[in-house]
């Protein structure tokens, strides 16, 4: 059993990644995916993922004027 889950616990110990921090925007990926039948294509999906995954903005940053 160890022999078979080594390769997970070495590369645990040389980047400190587990696999809990994956689960969070797999789980989100996933719901969107539940979702697809509303997306026309792919590219819709995959910018969907990207909004809700990326922490992408959908309305752009506005600066005060100078004055």
Known sequence: ????????????????IRKAGAEGPNSKTSTIQKMAHRFRNKDHFRTAVLVKCGGHQLHPVTHPIAG
């Open 1 to 16: 059993m160890i022999r078979w889950h080594l390769v997970g616990v070495l590369n645990y110990f040389e980047h400190r």
